[in-house]
């Protein structure tokens, strides 16, 4: 199409301004300049009528254009609305129709399509999410906006990306905001890239980010803070302070619950049972794990129920309940998804349980190979050792040690960093692996014992460590002699599943593992819907307090007892207190 200059467009202009002069002086229509007007009108009545058509079809079309838009308005409230509720898909759908409108703006498509690629994420829709959060980016870039948006979509892309990927996207925001000048920007990208470091498990390089980044943000920016003191956890954690890390992990969870975020909520409960596990208190990890249950069911997260599910098992099966876990495993399985991740939890946790109870069925849909390579390209060295591990348990059952020592040796070769919470990998290359890789993979548990100081835990797994090792070599006294020294930190820890591992080296059971710790009874399972404060008041219901009784024992208004009364009901599907001892008694053994 040809290009008119400002000159040609300038002479037109005033050629018509002259035309109409003339038009006025010789009396004619000033708009055709050849008819004359009637008495007292400027332009003829066939140019009259022309003008009042094309004012009633521009009003026609004002008015069809204000009642698309009302749509669109209307669309993105309700989006909003279900958002608000946690119907997430409902909310991506409502964003959906806001979009294919044919009268948006640029501005609100772009404004909308942000709330639509979040609420694609949080109802588990990874892939779609990770697309439209590049749409955005591209977007914001081509639009030459100011960086801020550009950075947060980035990091919105590298939340759901892979954690190598992810590294490379924070690198582009760092720099983004370098150019930009934007310190709080800076910073703030400086702590996510901590996040993906300590994902990697690369702590030292994790600390200057997040010393780098300080505690950033205004007094009132809940989740900046929450992040800010959740690495602070994790990293007194990884460097062996236990006590400074539950403490911090304690001051997250209250934090927590004045944000909005659920993704958040759900990370802060993930990571407290994660690092609860590493540092040796598995009881607490199955209470983390209770709670992010707890949120996923509660806010109709049903994407992210069978990755909750699939952690309680994990923590379950160190516990040494591995039927209830078995359960927790069933109910994970049975919403039959086909991501990578719930692929690789139900590899990395589901066969080991499935090769316990024995049910093949359920070994057979946790037991996928293309999983191994899936879990290879996360580039995380915890998730690489876990998955290898399991599938190595596996070809060893069925008979296939040649595939388990190649598997492991792949993943020694592969991983030289320090590994965190991983221990059945070091115990699985013990008992399966090949003796050249021996010294290795000692070094993963020495690495972890020098930077967590966690001499219990760690002693313990280097004991049972040894002890395979030293039968591998024909030294049985030696193998005997480790593992009834493991065996009984085990059971001092709670840690009953390497107590039944520590006894395959022993000729007759030595230590005695409590029935109360081998099993959930039907109450506790009950009760796992529940919340931490709930549950206190059920107790006190069952000990027969009234209701400002429990108010006066938990130190909480009478209103707020009867508030957690009607949650209670809900959840356990009964209408009064007799119906609650009832269900309650008919659940305990």
Known sequence: MA????????????????????????GVCTRCCKQRPDSGHKVCRFCEASVSQYRRRRRKLALQRKELQQVIIAHERAG?????????????????????????????????????????????????????FSRLISEYGDAAREPGKII??????????????????????????????????????????????????????????????????DAGDTPTRIAYYLQKAMLAGAFGKSEEAF????????????????????????????????????????????????????????????????????YLSCAGQYETAHRYLLEALSYETQEDRIAIGLAR???????????????AKCARPSTIDAAFRTGVPNIITDVAAAFAQWHAACGRERDAQKLLHRVTEVVRVRIDGVWRFPIIAAQHGKLSDFPQVRKMLEKTDAALLH??????????????????????????????????????????????????????????VPDAAKEYTAFTHLLSVLSIRERQVVELVLKGHTNRAIGEALSIAERTVES???SIMSHLGVRSRHQLRDVTEESVP
């Open 349 to 363: 946790y589901g066969i080991p349980i499935a090769l316990y109870v024995k049910n093949e069925a359920t070994l």
């Open 455 to 512: 001499s219990d835990l760690t002693r313990a797994c280097l004991l049972l460590f040894d002890a395979f090792v030293a039968r591998r070599k024909g030294q049985h006294s030696e193998s005997r002699e480790y593992a009834r020294a493991a065996a009984e930190l085990f059971t001092t820890l709670g840690w009953y599943e390497y107590v039944d591992i520590a006894h395959e080296l022993l000729p007759s059971r030595t230590v005695v």
């Open 247 to 314: 403490e911090t992990f304690e001051h997250v969870v209250q934090m927590a619950k004045e944000t909005p975020d659920v993704l958040n909520i759900l990370r802060v409960w993930d990571s407290y049972g994660a690092w609860a596990q590493i540092l040796g208190n598995i009881t607490l990890s199955k209470t983390c794990a209770e709670n992010a249950l707890l949120v996923v069911r509660k806010y109709h997260l049903t994407a992210y129920i069978p990755y909750s599910c699939l952690v309680y098992v994990r």
């Open 3 to 26: 290009i008119i200059s400002a000159s040609t467009l300038a002479k037109k202009a005033q050629w018509i301004a002259r035309k109409r002069a003339e038009a006025r002086t010789a």
């Open 152 to 217: 947060e979509m980035i990091w919105q892309k590298a939340r759901v990306a892979v954690l190598p990927e992810a590294l490379s996207l924070l690198s582009q925001a760092i720099k983004l905001a370098e150019i930009a000048g934007n310190q709080r920007l800076l910073k703030l990208t400086h702590s996510r890239m901590a996040d993906c470091l300590m994902g990697l498990n690369r702590y030292d390089e994790a600390l200057s980010y997040v010393e780098t980044a300080g505690e950033r943000g």
């Open 564 to 566: 957690h009364m009607t």
């Open 80 to 132: 909003d609305i279900a958002t608000e509720h946690h119907l997430y898909e409902d909310a991506a759908q409502h964003y959906q129709y806001a979009m294919e409108s044919p009268v948006i703006t640029q501005n609100d498509r772009l404004r909308i399509m942000e709330k639509l690629a979040y609420a694609v994420l949080l109802s588990g829709d990874i892939e779609a999410a990770d697309a439209l």
